[in-house]
């Protein structure tokens, strides 16, 4: 019954059945004083209900408009994939990880980072709140940062040594390659860049959930937002929960706001992730936190571990890349490469 | 925030109505329920629990800040940009400053290491005024196993500071800013906690110290997934009190012996074909940090020691502003002091683990040099 559909309350629902509406077709023909009488609702109700029917339903009848709008929403793959070259990246400052991630942490997506404490998520994402702010002139975004803290884990003092290890990274890039031109003045101070991450301290589950309804309206407000971090996505709700499946609604419901958001306003989400133990097959093994449920949410998942005396961050789910692992380091300047050289990049 | 009543928020009457209606009357309420779920439980339309729920959203969710004005406000109220100095040089070196205010710092070795030692001198330095590099407030320290020794805090005191302890009255001003609870129970540090909460601010305390933290878990019969839920509570509360007061909190934590089916890997890591570093080979003496990863994920930075061939070390296994070092420290009569400010700086994973070699005769050298 396509009347389920519609985004009616209950009561206005059984209502309409009742008095005999119960596909769309069925709405598709009568006038709204007539809609009123016959089911009993008020003439403003069925002036809403019937809107509501004639947005969904014609989807259907417009087969002839040859381009994209041929069912309401959807976009063909060829336009998809004009999008999906065009798209932009945050790099990660290690030239060895944004190779496996095609670029760097992509736009547009919700992208998941665990591991276990100490592995470096943190420092991996500060170094993307100050990354998304390179200017376009050296191939970055030019953008702001949110960065949302559950855990009380960031620390200035550490964004501000990589903000300034960034622009003095920038100015070196400036001095070597661009020497014969107008140099691109880094008129940039570490201090401006930290004056672009949007710092939100999230102390409760209800405090994160409410705080992601609201960046909508706030990033409408502030349009150059880039990307979202929120470190970590995991801390509040690992307590509190006596019902697990209230849990798993919640988070599914958050996810989904995120990724709307990252459609919407073409920005990168990037949320941290904690480590729980899970026994399968047998034996004890390390998995990211909040449940199988939620694995399934995000677009992209990278796991950071260690391997021997490195850390690797391996793709462990992408729609768009292999599985591969890459090694980096966590420096006094930041997110870099590894220095051993030997071997970094394995496909899996 | 979270248990802000729905009432107080400037909803339209008719919907403001319908969640009183529905018993939906914190905040939390409201937000733990889908959309859809919404839309069925109070009879309306999709538009009206949306524009409710952005607007309870908003009410609800904390302000932000620029990290700039973060770092401004910081430096300008707290006492050297929110750190607690422990007067192991290269220590706050490497800690830029010191404890940090506001998060977890945890202690976690081995019996007999030096946890305790380090805890009274922490204690004693919180308590002095600022220009012998003190905090100037009260500590609470929360000794569950009876540990605590006022004769040898004073001891301390008198070896490291005797301009302040050689007068009676100075001493007695300082070691009575110091106060000890000894809980019996979880239930008992519980409540201590709640009373902590609210007295906190108004009695000037400086800083917290819990020692150990996993000395009251051991002590409850729960076990497994029991516990670790009780703790959570704990964690959380914590963090959230260290938060809110921006005072520093030291948490000991004891060690245990790791267990054969240690989860250690990822699934994908032992599927990999070709042969990479295989599982560290597991020693006798290996030992792991108590309470879990949940608590590991928990703690900001994490300072372990151990002894590995005869010598003691205080290793920076986990810190958002520190690389990984080690220094080699001593216990003296005056307190816990480094043998070297240049730290080793070590790699890989090896600055979690807890080495426990050659750590007896060290025990018995020094109790007879303290008598």
Known sequence: MEIWRL??????????????????????????????RE?????????????????????????????????????????????????????????????????GIHCKEVTEIGGVPGIGKTQLGIQIAVNVQIPHGFGGLGGKAIYIDTEGSFMVERALQIAEACIGDMSEYNRFIRKDFQACEIRMQPKDILGNIFYFRICSYTEQIALINYLDKFISEHKDVKVVVVDSVTFHFRQDF????????????????????????????VLLNQVTTKHTEGSFQLALALGDSWSHTCTNRIVLYWNGNERYAYIDKSPSLRSASAAYSVTPRGIRNSSSSCKRIRMM | MANKMISEIPLPKSIANVFAARNISTAK?????????????????????????????????????????????RFQNEHLGGHFPTGLKGLDAALCGGIPFGVLTELVGPAGIGKTQFCLKLSLLAS??????GLDGRVIYIDVESKFSSRRL???????????????????EMAGRIFVLRPSSLSEFTQSLQQIKVSLLQNQVKMLVIDSMAALVSGEHEQGVRRQQTLSWHISFIKSLAEFSRIPVVVTNQVRSQSHDEASQYSFQAQSRDGIVETPTRYDSHLVAALGIHWAHAVTTRLVLEAKSGQRFIKVAKSPISPPLAFPFHITSSGISLLSDEGM???GPEINSIHCQGHNEIINFRMESLV
């Open chain 1, 7 to 36: 985004p009616i309350s209950a009561s206005q629902r059984g209502k309409l059945i009742s008095a005999g509406y119960t596909t769309l077709s069925s709405l598709s023909s009568i006038s709204s004083s007539d809609l009123a």
């Open chain 1, 39 to 103: 089911s009993k609702v008020s003439e403003s109700e069925a002036l809403d209900i019937l809107k509501f029917a004639s947005h969904s339903h014609s989807g259907g009848s417009e087969m002839s408009s040859g381009n994209c709008s041929i069912f309401e929403g959807a976009q063909n793959a060829w336009d998809m994939l004009h999008e999906e070259e065009s798209l932009v990246h945050i790099t990660t400052s290690s030239a060895d990880l944004d190779n496996i991630l095609g670029g």
């Open chain 1, 242 to 269: 006596d019902d697990m499946a209230l849990r798993t609604r919640v988070l599914s419901g958050m996810a989904l706001k995120l990724m709307k958001l990252a459609k919407k306003f073409s920005l990168a989400v």
């Open chain 2, 29 to 73: 309420d409201a937000l733990s329920l889908t959309e859809f779920e919404l839309m069925e439980l109070l009879d309306v339309g999709l538009t009206e629990v949306r524009s409710a729920l952005s607007q309870i959203s908003e009410i609800v969710a904390p302000p932000y800040q620029t990290a700039l004005s973060l770092m401004e406000q």
């Open chain 2, 128 to 133: 002095l005024p600022t220009n012998y590099g």
């Open chain 2, 154 to 172: 004073l001891e301390i005191g008198l070896r490291s500071f005797p301009e302040i302890f050689q007068m009676k009255e100075m001493a007695q």
């Open chain 2, 345 to 347: 700086e070590l790699m």
